[in-house]
């Protein structure tokens, strides 16, 4: 079975600091990964897809890297602010249509 | 810029009856899918569907399960008889292509389906 593992479940940083979240999965055989944000009792918006070609995607403050053979993925928020309080979820394709998803990580930030 | 749409926000139904939920996808995407999040739980693939088909669907998708695209714009979840534990926040989600390089998945805001 794909299992894929957030740690940690929650975190909180004080504004200005660098948030890194962690996701392993346990089939390297990847096609993608997608990170994404979830707002409370919100729907979830796509922040970054990482084709298994590539080692890294960037998108302004939002840096995510991906090692296959290890099975990881890490995304980086650069001087976090209160407003990236959310939790942030990672999904897995094995290039069907189903995406496996992290449980998430829940981030607080505080001003 | 186009997002996902999905009706209504917020279900109640009692046990045993029959929900709809509907969907209406981005306009040019060609593959849509369901997934659920029972609350405290990881949100859960239960079918994908394209041409009019589905192409794969979950253990979760029994024969309570169904999917429609009724006409050029909608995409419905049809819940036959619902139980307790089909309680959850329902997503819709579309993509533009699929394959071996998998496209973004966009995902709608949810419904939230209550069940009594």
């Known amino acids: 079975k794909q299992e894929v593992t957030q740690i940690p479940a929650a975190l909180s940083v004080p504004e200005g600091e660098n948030l890194v979240l962690n996701c392993s999965f346990t089939?390297?055989?990847?096609?993608?990964l997608q990170w994404f944000r979830q707002d409370p009792g919100k729907g979830l918006t796509s922040l970054l897809l990482?084709?298994?070609?590539?080692r890294e995607q960037t998108s302004g403050r939002l840096n995510a890297s991906l090692d296959k053979s290890s099975g990881r993925s890490t995304l980086y928020i650069a001087a976090s602010q209160p407003g990236d309080s959310a939790t942030y979820l990672c999904?897995?394709?094995?290039?069907?249509?189903?995406?496996?998803f992290g449980k998430g990580n829940q981030v607080v930030v505080i001003p | 810029e186009p997002e996902v749409t999905q009706t209504p926000s917020h279900q109640v139904t009692q046990m045993g009856q029959e929900v709809i939920l509907r969907c209406v996808p981005i306009s040019n995407h060609l593959y849509f899918y369901w997934y659920r999040q029972i609350l405290g739980q990881k949100v859960e693939f239960l079918v994908s569907?394209?041409?009019?088909?589905?192409?794969?669907k979950s253990e979760i998708f029994d024969d309570q399960f169904s999917v429609e695209r009724p006409d050029g714009s909608n995409f419905t979840l049809k819940i036959r008889s619902t139980k307790l534990e089909d309680s959850a926040m329902y997503f819709c989600?579309?993509?533009?292509?699929?394959?071996?390089?998998?496209?973004?998945?966009?995902f709608g805001p949810g419904t939230r389906l209550t069940v009594l």
């Open positions: 989600a579309s993509s533009r292509r699929q394959g071996p390089s998998t496209d973004t998945q966009y």
């Open positions: 999904a897995v394709s094995y290039g069907n249509n189903r995406l496996a």
């Open positions: 990482i084709q298994s070609s590539q």
């Open positions: 089939d390297s055989a990847i096609y993608n």
């Open positions: 569907f394209y041409n009019n088909e589905i192409s794969e």
